[in-house]
Every structure is written in structure tokens, then in C-alpha cells.
Antibody, heavy 114, light 107 residues
Framework: EVQLVESGGGLVQPGASLKLSCVAS????????MSWVRQTPGKTMEWIGD????????NYAPSLKNRFTISRDNAKSTLYLQMSNVRSEDTATYYC???????WGQGVMVTVSS | NTVMTQSPTSMFTSVGDRVTMSCKAS??????VGWYQQKTGQSPKRLIY???NRDTGVPDRFTGSGSGTDFTLTISNMQAEDPAIYYC?????????FGSGTKLEIK
């Protein structure tokens, strides 16, 4: 059974940095491109970016590429999202997904507020 | 960016009805479209991949169709467990983009 467990969210102040993690199991993590997707409180879905199975290549949504960085540790079956200089509009639930959003975890909430 | 326009935004239906919702792409995306169901309080779940392929375990009342710029998700026999927000996603070109969703409710 595929499991994706996101963590690292919470309440953060504007301008701060935050690193989310996603531990994957139930599939061969190192065989899959992995993506981060977020959903705003208003239910808008936004693709953040993805990373190649070996970590050698990443793609990002143009509006986020200067502040967000995706990385992975295949030995730990873990995907990361480093968020910097966060803004109120980054408030959302963040999901990691394998492939093309094949499966979804429970997500992790990030609230940006002073 | 490829814009995915879903319609209607919301709809009410009755158990047993046939439901059809649309997703239109601003440019040709081939069959690189998926459909997702998100029930209240839950994470999204993929129902359809490559425009018309049903995921394992998805009831056959869910059917995806289309190619190019016009895509449709049909529920042939609405059930009480089907109210949800349904999203389409194109993965033909970066950045991947979602539609804004169709909220399906029971009358």
C-alpha cells in the first residue's frame, strides 16, 4: 500500500523559512519523479514543482522557483520542500505525490501569519 | 501556461442521475489529463489517468473522455458517496496546471 506522510508544517511568520518532508513507502521511491502540490484554503490546487527520480533535475512553477527548492534522499525515501521568505499567500495544505499525482498523502498545513 | 477551465463550477444532482462535467484546455494537451476526486475533509484521489483510463478500484460508473482541448468526466449513475470536488490536471507541459474544480452536491 502506498503511503505518503508529510510533516514539518505549522504556523510561521512572514519572511521565515520552512522545510517540509514527505516519507514515502509502498513503492520504489527511487524509480519515481516526485511532485509537490498545494491547496489553498479556498480549494485552489497549485502544482509547485517536481524532481527527477535520481534528484538530478527539477522543474518549478515560475511564480515559485525563486523561493522554493525541492530535493530528495532516496536512501531515506524522503522528499523535501524548502520554502524561503514565505508570504501569507503560501498558506495552504501541501501534498507530495509520486508520478503525475498518482497518489496523495494526508498533506501538511502551513499557515503564514504574524 | 496551459489554463484548464472547468465547468460548471458547481452542480446539484440526484442519486441515479447521469452527471457530466467539462474541462477545457487553452492549448492542445493530447491525452495528458487526469481527473481527481476530493471528498470533504479528505485528500484528493485520482480517478482517471491519460484522459480515459480508470484507476484500479474506481467504479465503472466513472468515465473519462476527450483529447486535445476538450475533456469530460461522466458519472453514469450518481451515488450517495459521490459528492465531492472534481479537478482536472494537465501534465502535457510545464508547469502542470489544475482546473478550478467542479463541486458536485446531492439535491
Amino acid at each position: 500500500e502506498v503511503q505518503l506522510v508529510e510533516s514539518g508544517g505549522g504556523l510561521v511568520q512572514p519572511g521565515a523559512s520552512l522545510k517540509l518532508s514527505c516519507v514515502a513507502s509502498g513503492f520504489t521511491f527511487s524509480d519515481y519523479w516526485m511532485s509537490w502540490v498545494r491547496q489553498t484554503p479556498g480549494k485552489t490546487m497549485e502544482w509547485i514543482g517536481d524532481i527527477k527520480y535520481d534528484g538530478s533535475y527539477t522543474n518549478y512553477a515560475p511564480s515559485l522557483k525563486n523561493r522554493f527548492t525541492i530535493s530528495r534522499d532516496n536512501a531515506k525515501s524522503t522528499l523535501y520542500l524548502q520554502m524561503s521568505n514565505v508570504r501569507s499567500e503560501d498558506t495552504a495544505t501541501y501534498y507530495c505525490t509520486p508520478g503525475v499525482a498518482d497518489y496523495w498523502g494526508q498533506g501538511v498545513m502551513v499557515t503564514v501569519s504574524s | 501556461n496551459t489554463v484548464m477551465t472547468q465547468s460548471p463550477t458547481s452542480m446539484f444532482t440526484s442519486v441515479g442521475d447521469r452527471v457530466t462535467m467539462s474541462c477545457k484546455a487553452s492549448q492542445n494537451v493530447g491525452i495528458n489529463v487526469g481527473w481527481y476526486q476530493q471528498k470533504t475533509g479528505q485528500s484528493p484521489k485520482r480517478l482517471i489517468y491519460w484522459a480515459s483510463n480508470r484507476d484500479t478500484g474506481v467504479p465503472d460508473r466513472f468515465t473519462g473522455s476527450g483529447s486535445g482541448t476538450d475533456f469530460t468526466l461522466t458519472i453514469s449513475n450518481m451515488q450517495a458517496e459521490d459528492p465531492a470536488i472534481y479537478y482536472c490536471l494537465q501534465h502535457n507541459s510545464y508547469p502542470l496546471t489544475f482546473g478550478s474544480g467542479t463541486k458536485l452536491e446531492i439535491k
